[in-house]
């Protein structure tokens, strides 16, 4: 019989709310006076693996004392307790500096997991391009004095700082998009999450997790539902997980995992399409995918080798769905994920990768969001894409999610707020999405009305379709929408001009 979770006593009396956003904000600021730190896209990171390494000391001393076998992952001198925990006799200035970057970190890095402890590789890889960017080990000795005073074993300080971490990580968003980082807003995640709606025990991908805000989300929809040690030791290690290719997202998503309560994170530090598509195997693929991958970007020509010449393409998008599709098991799995507009429409390689996902999953439903939900870092429009196993798609439902009423696009000071999915969600329908009707925001299509080919036997997949229930609405595209519209329309003609000169040519000789 399942054991059940007993409620422990917390450790300590927890910090007042403000006492800790002070307290963070107050490190914040030492740091600002470092010459070595530019900007929040340097202070955030730094920020971040102190912050996980006092996390980290905090977890393996409570489970010291929980496991009488435990074996801390970090030895002596490398632990926080001995070089960090005394802020009088503690090492400080040039001392420190020598300490972190000529022992600490390279210590860190070297470290190779047992049979027992596994967490030793977690921490190289977290650590493995992770840098120490102040100058000033006196500095660096007043922030690591501040961080001591958290602490990571009481629920409402971890429950607290989670929160302030998140505002951290939306300011970073901020600085980061001027270098093509776009995050993807939490109402959105939590959207997507609450209607693929991930089940205790379901194993549960994000092919590119970023900061984690996916796994983050799925971890508090699952959490309400852990009654039993047994539920829990599930959640905690055999469920979620992620896989990010950048080092700076990989370590702000280890610490934002860890902040959230999921104490051995999942998430690997790799590109998801480093391996050819055929050698996924059965044991590795997973019940759910939330994600939402990069868009606008390329992938190296090696990488697109690794996909079937007919489905290569540098497009980011449609290698991460052709990774996805292969990546979900059985019957019953299920994907939620974002993206650009150029995805629905696009023909050549892009309508031959929609056909594979209109025969072998059931594309039910796609929502498609308005202006600005990722502003300001791009103004391209984005949809939401809802699909199952098992296929084939006999009908796509569309939903146009509106924009608040007096309202012409979403901005950076006045975003999508979760809130505003509620009527998508009570249209969306009971068990098997039953009871859906059409209104003037949703409407269906027969999927043979999306897939058809010309006299040209050109294929051509448009899921790209407006409202038929709307009246025209002639406002204003923003600039980035047009600009894609217009570049995907000279694509066409240059590939019909390429066909034309290449018909030509045969007939010449």
């Known amino acids: 019989m399942a054991k059940r979770m007993k ?9 007042p709310k403000a006492r800790l956003s002070a307290l963070i904000k107050s490190a914040r600021d030492i740091m600002r006076k470092d010459a070595g730190l530019n900007g929040d896209l340097d202070r955030i990171p730094q920020l971040s693996w102190i912050l996980f390494l006092k996390c980290f000391d905090d977890l393996e001393q409570r489970r010291e004392v929980m496991e009488k076998k435990y074996r801390p992952a970090i030895e002596s001198p490398y632990r926080w ?20 970057n000529g022992k600490l970190l390279p210590y860190l890095r070297e470290l190779k997991g047992t049979a027992g402890n596994e967490q030793r590789d977690v921490l190289a890889a977290v650590f493995k391009e992770t840098h120490n960017r102040m100058l000033s080990g006196y500095l660096l000795r007043d922030v690591v004095n501040l961080v001591h005073q958290l602490n990571f074993n009481a629920a409402d300080d971890i429950h607290v700082l989670a ?18 980082e776009f995050y993807t807003p939490r109402p959105v995640i939590r959207f997507i999450v609450q209607q693929v709606a991930p089940r205790l025990g379901e194993r549960v991908l994000d092919p590119a997790a970023g900061t984690g805000g996916f796994l983050v989300e799925t971890y508090e929809h699952l959490k309400p539902g852990v009654k039993t040690l047994e539920d829990r030791r599930t959640l905690q290690g055999e469920m979620l997980y992620g ?35 055929a050698s996924i195997t059965e044991g590795a693929k997973y019940h759910v995918v939330v994600t939402n991958p990069p868009f606008g970007g390329e992938e190296e020509k090696g990488i697109q080798e690794n996909f079937p010449q007919s489905m290569r393409t540098n497009a980011t998008e449609l290698l991460f769905l052709q990774f996805i599709m292969k990546s979900l098991k059985g019957n019953s799995t299920r994907c939620g994920m ?44 984005t949809n939401l894409l809802f699909f199952e196993r098992p296929g084939p798609t006999k009908e796509i439902w569309f939903y146009e999610h509106p924009l608040p009423e007096g309202r012409k696009n979403y901005t950076k000071t006045m975003p999508l707020r979760f809130e505003e999915f509620a009527d998508c969600q009570a249209w969306w329908g009971g068990p098997g999405r039953k009871g859906r009707k059409e209104t003037d925001l949703a409407w269906r299509v027969k999927v043979e009305d999306v897939v058809k080919t010309g006299v040209d036997s050109r294929l051509t997949v448009n899921l790209d379709l407006k409202n038929p229930n709307q009246k025209a609405d002639f406002t204003h595209l923003p600039p980035e929408q047009l600009v894609e519209d217009i570049l995907a329309k000279e694509r066409k003609i240059i590939d019909l001009l390429g066909e034309v000169r290449s018909e030509l040519g045969k007939t010449a000789q």
């Open 7 to 15: 409620k422990t006593k917390k450790e300590e009396t927890p910090f």
């Open 81 to 100: 307790r001995d070089w960090a925990a005394d802020p009088v006799e503690g090492k400080t200035g040039p001392t420190l500096l020598e300490f972190v």
């Open 163 to 180: 929160h302030l971490y998140e505002s951290m990580l939306r300011e970073m968003r901020d600085a980061a998009g001027d270098s093509g």
């Open 243 to 277: 896989i990010e290719k950048k080092p700076m997202a990989y370590l702000l998503g280890m610490m934002n995992l860890l902040l959230h309560g999921v104490e051995q994170p999942n998430l690997r530090r790799d590109n998801a399409l480093r391996n050819p598509l």
């Open 338 to 381: 974002v993206v650009p507009n150029g995805t629905l429409f696009g023909d050549g390689v892009s309508a031959l990768i929609k056909k594979q996902l209109l025969e072998e999953f059931n594309l039910h439903t796609i929502v498609r969001l308005p202006n600005g939900v990722f502003a300001p870092y791009t103004g391209i429009p």
